[in-house]
């Protein structure tokens, strides 16, 4: 990956990031509140030795060399004993051993002895019983081998452990600190981990990757709601969907009269309006097309190209009403008939598969010279995959930074095992700089069998590219 598109992925992905960097900032902030404090006092203690002869740099010498051991000797069990009976403590020898810490430097003679305790006066009383006891029993080890002598080592406390002002632990500033670095760490691990788990599709290039079909086109997001046609839409958009009506035209030339159904994988993937627009646009190039609403349960096409229901096609397949009456002319442009769905049945799968549905798409084909059938997503059920079956195929609508590869490989799934032939896709809300402007001419094979696909789209100059 380039430096751009690290960027990119963290652009995308900035919502994990800061959700994780405010988890763990809050649980380094809880964590200060929370946690017991813990004090620490500390003692310095000189340990020194008796010259008998005339050599005093011996005996520091040999002093030196016994450092260790008196080191070893601070936390033995006679001298946390003795220090437990001066401050009465009811804990054991191991409990108090473990709240100690002894320091010895090299070439030293003074022992650093720390005791923590989460009160302060308690963290000093400690180290100073336990200075004093050790004292005691260092003197008492080394007897001098003349009466009247002093010992042999000496050891004396030099410096006094006072109560501490401000714990060790937690630090509030340290651990804030450590909280905010691992958040950002975590954070951006979190964001590469979605990224790569979702690979939500972004660019043209990307969807021919992950569908191995010819890449009809890319239309624009607008953040206001459209109306379902290019009907008082900017010129750029209808011309997204003039461009997706032309080569759609070029795909599968062995047909004349075409049935498709548009659908994605998902719902909110642009499919019904695709659709709405795509009918309109073919019908602008002076052919006779058709509309049809068969996605039972959404049932969005009337309410989109704002047409009076006369029944729909569930009255048309029960019977109710005549194919002929059902088709409404739609009032925005010649050559156009919408069918809307009609009431929405029990179960929309036996609707659609039944023969009824088969006689009424024959009658389209000789009827209309193009159909295009709404449908609902692939993944929501077998509706859609279907249908597709029953015509000549499917476009697949993708939705710019919310279809995944994931996604587009499932839907994949479902039309190959219903038989069905993925015509090509569509690449919907997309920003401008998402839009590839480069035809690709081929379709990159995919590693993994899909479903079946329509001829390779020869290459057409304008927004997104053949796969």
């Known amino acids: 990956m380039t430096t751009r598109a690290y960027v990119a992925v963290l652009r995308r992905q ?41 050599y005093p740099v011996a005996v520091v010498e040999a002093t030196l060399s016994r450092m260790p051991s008196y080191r070893q000797l601070l936390t033995e069990d006679p001298v946390l004993d003795g220090a437990m009976e001066q401050l009465g403590m009811a804990e054991s020898a191991d409990d108090l051993r473990g709240r100690l810490v002894v320091d010895n430097e090299p070439q030293s003679l003074l022992l650093k002895l720390s ?27 080394d007897t001098p081998t003349v009466a009247g002598r002093p010992p042999v080592v000496s050891a004396r406390i030099v410096n006094v452990a006072n109560p501490p002002i401000d714990p060790i632990s937690p630090q509030s ?15 951006v691990a979190a964001a590469f981990a979605m990224d790569t788990r979702g690979r939500r599709i972004r660019t043209a290039a990307a969807l021919a ?25 900017p010129a750029a958009d209808a011309a997204d969907f003039r461009r997706l009506a032309a080569n759609l035209q070029m795909v599968d030339l062995a047909h004349e009269h075409k049935a498709i159904v548009v659908t994605g994988p998902r719902p909110a993937t642009g499919a019904t309006t695709t659709a709405c627009n795509l009918a309109v646009a073919l019908a602008a190039t002076g052919r006779r097309v058709a509309l049809i609403d068969a996605d039972l349960a959404g049932r969005r096409i009337a309410t989109t190209m704002r047409i009076e229901s006369v029944g729909g096609l569930t009255a048309v397949l029960t019977g109710q009403t005549p194919f002929g009456r059902a088709m409404r002319t739609w009032s925005g442009g010649p050559g156009l008939s919408v069918l809307d ?81 993925l015509l090509g896709t569509v690449l919907t809300h997309t920003q401008d700089e998402e839009r590839n402007p480069t035809p690709t001419p081929t379709v990159p094979p995919r590693p993994s069998p899909g479903p079946r696909t329509a001829g390779s789209m020869p290459s057409t100059a304008g927004t997104g590219s053949p796969a």
């Open 341 to 421: 769905a009609g009431t929405s049945p029990p179960s929309a799968i036996e609707f659609l598969r039944s023969p009824q549905m088969g006689t009424l798409i024959e009658e389209l084909r000789i009827e209309y010279e193009i159909v295009v059938f709404d449908a609902s997503p692939l993944l929501d059920g077998p509706e859609a995959a279907v249908l597709a079956a029953q015509v000549d195929g499917a476009v697949l609508c993708c939705r710019s930074g919310r279809t995944t590869s994931r996604e587009v490989a499932a839907a994949l799934t479902v039309l190959d095992d219903a038989s069905a032939t």
């Open 209 to 233: 990757e992950a569908a191995p079909a010819a890449h009809l086109g890319s239309t624009l997001h607008r953040p206001e709601p459209d109306t379902g046609t290019p009907v008082g839409m």
């Open 14 to 54: 900035w919502p994990w990031i800061a959700g994780v960097l405010l988890l763990c900032v809050g649980a380094a902030a809880v964590a200060t509140v929370v946690l017991p404090p813990t004090y620490q006092a500390q003692t310095t203690i000189y340990v020194s030795g008796q010259a008998d002869g005339e």
């Open 115 to 141: 005791a923590t305790d989460s009160d302060p006066a308690r963290a000093a009383a400690v180290a100073n019983s336990v200075a004093r006891s050790f004292v005691g029993v260092a003197s008492s080890l």
């Open 173 to 187: 500033g340290t651990t804030m600190g450590l909280g905010l670095v691992a958040g950002l760490i975590l954070g």
